[in-house]
Every structure is written in structure tokens, then in C-alpha cells.
């Protein structure tokens, strides 16, 4: 018999006609708030008030919509067949490990309760429950499972191959999801509007363009978020316009001085090369001391 089954028979709900659902979960012994941790033993399946339990901490994706109402449609008339699983905070209230949709699918019924299962869990653990009970999710995408890991990397200082040994996926999945960390701020705000912008196969030649315009590799995630372009379109865009940028003649700035009709010096700037041609040689010697003690001056001041 598995453990499923098992909670479902302890709860009454193994069986029940779905005319008998409400009456079946009647039977759960509430949640006592005022005693958390003599409510029911770890495992005994109670009652939950909805407006009680609190969200976790550690989770890191939204509710999906379309999944919450695809449940209320079902349980609408079948039992819960799994109770959502807790922990008891220390401050006495409930806070949900797994089972979030669940418990919105509940909300947009009206039910009150809904049927949970206490866990002991540490920190530690609750994290890894939220976490790893979503890893798989086909709705997970590549950079919210990015930001668990890197989540339970920075919480808990692990390495890529203990992540991987702890999740029980291959370390080189784990390392090109972590790649995501090589991104710019400002793409990592756009992709925690739409986390499904980019996979993490395009994180490495992202990277390579943001290493050389960040703007530009940040307009190319918006433009994939906004339905503009695909992924490999936008890719393609960002690097062709990186090229045309770097091929771009840079110009030469001149400037002619005079004394009179006479020419003292020209002064012409390229880039970052700014170079002064003087008409006579002893007027070059007898300036250059003040504009070696100009440059030396302003380079003390921009420390």
C-alpha cells in the first residue's frame, strides 16, 4: 500500500462518492493554532483554515493560472487525492511546503479548509521540499530553476557538482543553468517579468554580447519577451548590429589655433588618442612641462 493511499484512508477520503467529499473531510481533526505542535503527529492529515497558512519563503516562481483553474474544475466534484504538505513556524502558523496550487484552487472554490500534512522540517529542508518539488514541473522554466539553484548555492555555499549530486540530475545541466549568473542586471529584471524569455542555451552568447554592450543585449531579451522576435532571431540581430557598431569609422576631430593669420597649432582628438601639432618646435618644448603637470593634476583628481 503506498503512502498516498495510506493518507487517504486515515483521512476518510479513500473511496468517497463526490457527493460525500465535504462530509469525508468533516472528519479531519482541525488545525489547533493555539497548541501547533500538539495539533496531530507528523504525517495525521488535519484541517487547515486557508487564510492561516503562509507562503514559503524559498519559493521562487509564480502561481500558474491556468494550472489553479484546471484544479478548481476538477475539484469541483473528486476529493483532494494527496493533502498539501507543512511546517509548523515558529511563531505557531502553518507554512505551506507543497501544495500552493492546491490551496489556490481551494480560494477560487470558497472552501475554507483543505486537508494538510505536518512535515518537521529545518530551514534547510523546507527550502529543498519548495525547491525539488518543482524542479521537474514542465512549466518550470530554465531561469526560475536557475534561481533556485543558485539560491541553494549562495544559502548553502555548495558547488555545482553537490547541487547536482543533491538534486539527482547531471552536473552539466546544473552548470549551464547556473550560467544565467553571467547576465547583467538589467537582463535579469526582464527575466523575472518573463522568465521564459530566454532558455539557458542562449545565456553563453548573451553573455559574450553584454561583455561588449549590455544595452544592446538587454534590447534583444525585451524584444524576445515582448513577441518581437524569437530567441535564435534575436541572437542573430544583437550580433549583426554588434558588428555594425564595431565597424563604424570613428572621426577624427581637428582643431586649427591661430596667433593672427599665423598658425600656433592644431589640435585633433580620434577616440581616446587627442594629439597637438605645434608650428614651431620651441613652442612644443616650452608647453610641454604645463601639459604633463595638466594631465598629472587631473589624474590625482579622478581617484
Known amino acids: 500500500m503506498t503512502a498516498e493511499v495510506r493518507i487517504k484512508k486515515r ?35 488535519v484541517l487547515l483554515w486557508i487564510s492561516e497558512i503562509q507562503p514559503s519563503p524559498y519559493q521562487t516562481t509564480e502561481l500558474d493560472p491556468a494550472k489553479v483553474a484546471e484544479l478548481a474544475e476538477n475539484l469541483k466534484s473528486n476529493p483532494l487525492s494527496t493533502p498539501i504538505s507543512y511546517r509548523v513556524r515558529e511563531d505557531g502558523k502553518p507554512e505551506v511546503l507543497a501544495g500552493r496550487h492546491r490551496i489556490a484552487a481551494y ?14 522540517a529545518d530551514d534547510d529542508e523546507a527550502e529543498r521540499i519548495v525547491f525539488y518539488d518543482n524542479l521537474l514541473a514542465p512549466s518550470l522554466t530554465d531561469y526560475q530553476k536557475y534561481l533556485g539553484f543558485a539560491r541553494r548555492k549562495a544559502s548553502k555555499g555548495m558547488t555545482g557538482e553537490q547541487l547536482a549530486q543533491e538534486a539527482g540530475i547531471s552536473a552539466a545541466l546544473v552548470s549551464r543553468l547556473l550560467t544565467y ?84 597649432a592644431e589640435l585633433s582628438r580620434r577616440s581616446n588618442l587627442v594629439a597637438i601639432s605645434f608650428a614651431s618646435e620651441e613652442e612644443a618644448e616650452a608647453l610641454y612641462a604645463a601639459i604633463e603637470s595638466l594631465l598629472k593634476e587631473r589624474a590625482g583628481g579622478s581617484k
Open 181 to 264: 549568473a553571467d547576465l547583467p542586471e538589467p537582463i535579469h529584471q526582464v527575466l523575472r517579468a518573463h522568465p521564459g524569455a530566454i532558455g539557458a542555451n542562449a545565456t553563453t552568447p548573451l553573455a559574450q554580447i553584454a561583455s561588449v554592450n549590455a544595452a544592446l543585449a538587454t534590447q534583444a531579451v525585451e524584444r524576445i519577451a515582448a513577441g518581437e522576435m524569437g530567441q535564435k532571431q534575436a541572437l542573430a540581430w544583437a550580433k549583426a548590429e554588434l558588428s555594425t557598431k564595431r565597424k563604424a569609422p570613428v572621426q577624427t576631430v581637428k582643431v586649427s589655433i591661430r596667433a593672427g593669420k599665423l598658425r600656433y
Open 107 to 120: 480560494e477560487l472554490l470558497g472552501r475554507a479548509q483543505i486537508e494538510a500534512v505536518q512535515r518537521q
Open 11 to 45: 483521512s476518510g477520503l479513500l473511496g468517497q462518492p463526490p457527493k460525500d467529499f465535504e462530509a469525508a473531510g468533516k472528519r479531519l481533526p482541525s488545525f489547533d493554532f493555539a497548541q501547533p505542535k500538539a495539533a496531530a503527529g507528523a504525517g495525521t492529515p
